[in-house]
């Protein structure tokens, strides 16, 4: 068992030592990534010599000095600089000014002159400034040296990161240990007082998506404080030994300068982001108060301009989406990074995206647009486009959709709509319904007032067919073999699968009523002329169940007697 725990531990302390030095070189390449435009803008004549004593930056020589470039008073100044470590003294530093100089001093000893020159141009340090952080450079790196040649100081900085990796360890068990628990102690309480509004249909919606937030939210905070700790252990690791220690102090002047730099930007930006706030919040207000207004005019509890309920959710839709982007174009200039040239190219990118990918889907809310106002379908209508016939249940800003009442629904795309012909069956209805048609091809030797009456007497016998207006029989079509017979009614239901079912009750009724009467329901067709003229002889042209004028006069009068 304590072999099992201490090959686990063992591989976990390799694990972070791996990412201790994986964020080392990244570090390591973000500080030459930002030293690159720096370099880059700098003229190529420029002598820059920098001294570097044991990874530590002491000066940068940029002048020269009477006969001797700047790397060459690098040079000799590293020269005089390891010579005098390797002698015995205090490791006293101090400043001495020398003509137009300062002169830096180790125990006594001239090492190097600091010249204005060596001032970087973006920077107004003076001479004095220069040199006296030089001195103290200088004599961290004389201690550092020290150090180096001493066996115990490196054994003790040994121990002291083993003891780092130890706590390193601990801190992390004990941050995931309390993410644990804190995860498991909101959710706990959250499922605590879900229970009491079980029957809350937002409740039951909304509990799963805050239990999965909150879990992703401990994770998070569990891997970024993990990180902070990585790198505090890898800064403190590198600053115990003297050859390193030059990079650890880097580590935290950089941690802490960014640290400081975000917290000052976050500082800044709350005047911006607090007008923002404001905007986007009046916009929120407004776009509310156009909701409940339109809301009123579609239920018909308040009378706007040309607006009704057929145009009022569209016209909601653009004020709301014109609020939107108007509190977007004020809020811009207020958002965090609006002004800086990295949220400028974002935009310009996006813009592109959009311009190039959005052409049909502009041009799929335009058709919508158009067949909204134009009054080409609305809501609970029967329409037919091209082989799609349904009710209109939704009008939308890319999609029109028909349900058919038989379990399936069409999407039509808004431009395929308005470039089809479409044809409306519920125009002509007075109030809830649709016009319904069914035709039937018969023979030219069956009476057609005979099928007149058929038709008729099938469309009587369904109870979901109006009576007013009254249905009625068309001859749309003299075919060489056929007559084509078309039934129109109207049927006074409003549901798509009610209208399926009327439609079906229609067609099984003229089946029965032509079946009773003898009348076959068949199209004929011919290779060669047939024996007997397919003509109705005229004492055969008020076949039952058609009745003559003076016979269906009778019959009414007879009906409005009674």
Same mark, same amino acid.
């Given at each position: 068992m304590a072999h099992s725990i201490s090959t686990a531990l063992t591989s976990r302390v390799a694990t972070w030592l791996r990412l201790m030095f994986g964020l080392l070189i990244l570090f390591s390449l973000a500080q030459a990534a930002g030293a690159e435009p720096a370099?880059?803008?700098? &003229?190529?004549? *420029?002598?820059?010599?920098?001294?570097?004593?044991?990874?530590?930056?002491?000066?940068?020589?940029?002048?020269? $000095?009477? /006969?001797?470039?700047?790397?060459?008073?690098?040079?000799?100044?590293?020269?005089? %600089?390891?010579?005098?470590?390797?002698?015995?003294?205090?490791?006293? @530093? #101090?400043?001495?000014?020398?003509?137009?100089?300062?002169? !830096?001093?180790?125990?006594?000893?001239?090492?190097?002159? !600091?010249? &204005?020159g060596d001032a970087a141009q973006s920077t107004e340090t003076s001479v004095e400034q220069m040199a006296n952080s030089a001195s103290h450079a200088l004599q961290k790196a004389w201690a550092e040296a020290r150090e180096r040649r001493d066996p115990r100081a490196t054994l003790g900085a040994m121990l002291r990161v083993a003891l780092a990796l130890v706590a390193l360890a601990v801190?992390?068990?004990? !941050?995931?240990? /309390?993410?644990?628990?804190?995860?498991?102690?909101? @959710?706990?309480? $959250?499922? @605590?007082?879900a229970q009491f509004l079980a029957d809350a249909t937002l409740a039951t919606r909304i509990t799963p998506i805050f239990l999965g937030t909150i879990s992703r939210s401990c994770v998070l905070l569990g891997?970024?404080?993990?990180?902070?700790?990585?790198?505090m252990c890898l800064a403190y690791s590198l600053d115990q030994f003297a050859i390193t220690r030059a990079l650890g102090e880097g580590l935290f002047h950089a941690f802490f300068d960014l640290l400081l730099e975000g917290l000052a930007s976050v500082a800044s930006a709350l005047p911006g982001l607090f007008?923002?706030?404001? %905007?986007? $919040? *009046?916009?929120?207000?407004?776009?509310?108060? #156009?909701t409940e207004v339109f809301n009123h005019v579609a239920s018909g509890r308040l009378k706007l301009g040309m607006l009704d309920s057929h145009t009022a959710p569209a016209t909601r839709r653009i004020v709301n989406a014109c609020m939107w982007l108007f509190a977007l174009a004020m809020a811009y200039p207020y958002l965090p990074g609006a002004q800086s040239e990295a949220f400028k190219g974002l935009s310009v990118i996006l813009g592109i995206m959009v311009s190039i990918g959005a052409s049909g889907l502009v041009g799929q809310i335009a058709s919508g647009v158009i067949l909204v106002y134009t009054r080409a379908l609305s809501l609970g209508e029967y329409v037919s486009v091209q082989d799609c016939e349904g009710t209109v249940t939704?009008?939308?800003?890319?999609? @029109?959709?028909?349900?058919?009442?038989l379990g399936s629904e069409y999407a039509l795309p808004n431009t395929l709509v308005l470039s089809n !012909?479409?044809?409306?069956?519920?125009?002509?209805?007075?109030?809830?319904?649709?016009?319904?048609?069914?035709?039937?091809?018969?023979?030219?030797?069956?009476?057609?007032?005979?099928v007149h009456a058929l038709l008729l007497g099938a469309a009587e016998s369904v109870a979901d067919i109006a009576r007013q207006p009254a249905p009625y029989v068309v001859q749309s079509g003299l075919s060489d073999f056929y007559v084509v017979y078309k039934l129109v009614v109207y049927v006074a239901v409003g549901s798509p699968s009610q209208r399926a079912q009327a439609a079906s009750a229609l067609n099984a009724s003229i089946?029965?009523?032509?079946?009773?009467?003898?009348?076959? %329901?068949? #199209?004929p067709g011919y290779y060669e002329d047939p024996a007997h003229p397919k003509v109705v002889p005229e004492d055969q042209w008020y076949a039952a169940p058609a009745r003559r004028p003076d016979e269906a006069q009778v019959a009414t009068g007879a009906r409005n007697r009674n």
């Amino acid at each position: 068992m304590a072999h099992s725990i201490s090959t686990a531990l063992t591989s976990r302390v390799a694990t972070w030592l791996r990412l201790m030095f994986g964020l080392l070189i990244l570090f390591s390449l973000a500080q030459a990534a930002g030293a690159e435009p720096a370099a880059a803008s700098a &003229p190529e004549t *420029a002598d820059i010599a920098p001294l570097v004593i044991g990874h530590r930056p002491i000066h940068t020589f940029r002048v020269p $000095l009477g /006969a001797f470039t700047a790397s060459e008073r690098a040079e000799g100044a590293r020269m005089r %600089i390891l010579k005098a470590f390797e002698e015995s003294g205090e490791g006293w @530093t #101090s400043v001495r000014p020398q003509g137009a100089g300062v002169q !830096v001093e180790l125990d006594g000893k001239p090492l190097f002159e !600091v010249l &204005p020159g060596d001032a970087a141009q973006s920077t107004e340090t003076s001479v004095e400034q220069m040199a006296n952080s030089a001195s103290h450079a200088l004599q961290k790196a004389w201690a550092e040296a020290r150090e180096r040649r001493d066996p115990r100081a490196t054994l003790g900085a040994m121990l002291r990161v083993a003891l780092a990796l130890v706590a390193l360890a601990v801190v992390l068990l004990a !941050v995931w240990r /309390a993410a644990r628990w804190v995860r498991d102690a909101v @959710t706990g309480a $959250l499922l @605590t007082r879900a229970q009491f509004l079980a029957d809350a249909t937002l409740a039951t919606r909304i509990t799963p998506i805050f239990l999965g937030t909150i879990s992703r939210s401990c994770v998070l905070l569990g891997w970024l404080l993990s990180l902070l700790a990585l790198f505090m252990c890898l800064a403190y690791s590198l600053d115990q030994f003297a050859i390193t220690r030059a990079l650890g102090e880097g580590l935290f002047h950089a941690f802490f300068d960014l640290l400081l730099e975000g917290l000052a930007s976050v500082a800044s930006a709350l005047p911006g982001l607090f007008f923002a706030v404001l %905007i986007f $919040l *009046a916009a929120w207000v407004g776009t509310q108060v #156009s909701t409940e207004v339109f809301n009123h005019v579609a239920s018909g509890r308040l009378k706007l301009g040309m607006l009704d309920s057929h145009t009022a959710p569209a016209t909601r839709r653009i004020v709301n989406a014109c609020m939107w982007l108007f509190a977007l174009a004020m809020a811009y200039p207020y958002l965090p990074g609006a002004q800086s040239e990295a949220f400028k190219g974002l935009s310009v990118i996006l813009g592109i995206m959009v311009s190039i990918g959005a052409s049909g889907l502009v041009g799929q809310i335009a058709s919508g647009v158009i067949l909204v106002y134009t009054r080409a379908l609305s809501l609970g209508e029967y329409v037919s486009v091209q082989d799609c016939e349904g009710t209109v249940t939704e009008i939308g800003l890319f999609v @029109t959709r028909l349900r058919t009442g038989l379990g399936s629904e069409y999407a039509l795309p808004n431009t395929l709509v308005l470039s089809n !012909v479409t044809r409306n069956f519920s125009r002509e209805a007075q109030g809830p319904g649709h016009v319904l048609e069914t035709a039937v091809t018969i023979g030219y030797d069956t009476p057609w007032r005979q099928v007149h009456a058929l038709l008729l007497g099938a469309a009587e016998s369904v109870a979901d067919i109006a009576r007013q207006p009254a249905p009625y029989v068309v001859q749309s079509g003299l075919s060489d073999f056929y007559v084509v017979y078309k039934l129109v009614v109207y049927v006074a239901v409003g549901s798509p699968s009610q209208r399926a079912q009327a439609a079906s009750a229609l067609n099984a009724s003229i089946q029965d009523m032509f079946n009773r009467y003898g009348v076959q %329901i068949m #199209s004929p067709g011919y290779y060669e002329d047939p024996a007997h003229p397919k003509v109705v002889p005229e004492d055969q042209w008020y076949a039952a169940p058609a009745r003559r004028p003076d016979e269906a006069q009778v019959a009414t009068g007879a009906r409005n007697r009674n």
